[in-house]
């Protein structure tokens, strides 16, 4: 067995997040909503930067948005905004601050209304890639094809986040509850 290309050319002493990232979190099934809207904040966050960058930085996202609390980020306010534009260790960019805000509302009324934003996952799967960007886009900001893709291949729902040689590929299938197909 070997490690996905990705990982594999990690050094084994490198400070690079990516390994831990693919060994113990990528395609992982994610049941708490909380750490589902942590997921997709960094994939917003991501685009046009680097995942590694994303890894680094997780402390202080956390830090500045509420530990990711869906109904505390939902509620924050232009002083909020202004606090995490200011903020230099996270990604500075007013529609993504915007979108996070925004996005954490609608969670709300998709826990509101099917008792958790992973029951809202759980309800819509299995879809295809474009089914599922159409889906989110109808209902979030800031969630192109490559946003949707990720956030669904990392958490789950979508195949390809490991190749089936990879040793982290069976621990993954198998953290998968019994209903979920592929």
């Not at 050094?11 to 997040?17: C, K, L, R, Y």
């Not at 500075?92 to 996005?103: C, D, G, I, S």
């Not at 040793?167 to 299938?173: G, L, S």
Request: glycine share 4%; charged share 20%; proline share 4%.
């Amino acid at each position: 067995m070997s490690y996905c290309s990705w990982v594999a050319q990690l050094a084994d002493d490198s400070d690079n997040p990516n390994r831990h990232y693919h060994d113990h979190s990528y395609g992982f099934p994610i049941a708490n909503d909380n750490e589902l809207f942590e997921r997709l904040v960094l994939e917003i966050n991501q685009a046009g930067l680097s995942w590694t960058l994303m890894l680094k930085k997780q402390a202080a996202f956390q830090a500045a948005y509420a530990d990711f609390d869906v109904a505390r980020v939902a509620a924050f306010g232009d002083q909020d905004i202004a606090r995490l534009l200011a903020d230099a260790g996270i990604v500075r960019n007013r529609l993504k601050v915007q979108a996070a805000v925004y996005n954490a509302q609608k969670i709300l009324c998709l826990q509101a209304e099917y008792g958790s934003f992973k029951q809202w996952l759980d309800a819509h799967h299995p879809l295809e890639l474009a089914a599922w960007v159409k889906l989110f886009r109808s209902q979030f900001k800031f969630v192109g094809g490559e946003i949707v893709h990720e956030f669904l291949m990392s958490t789950g729902y979508l195949p390809g986040a490991h190749t089936p040689d990879c040793p982290v590929y069976a621990r993954v299938i198998s953290a998968r509850p019994p209903w979920w197909s592929k």
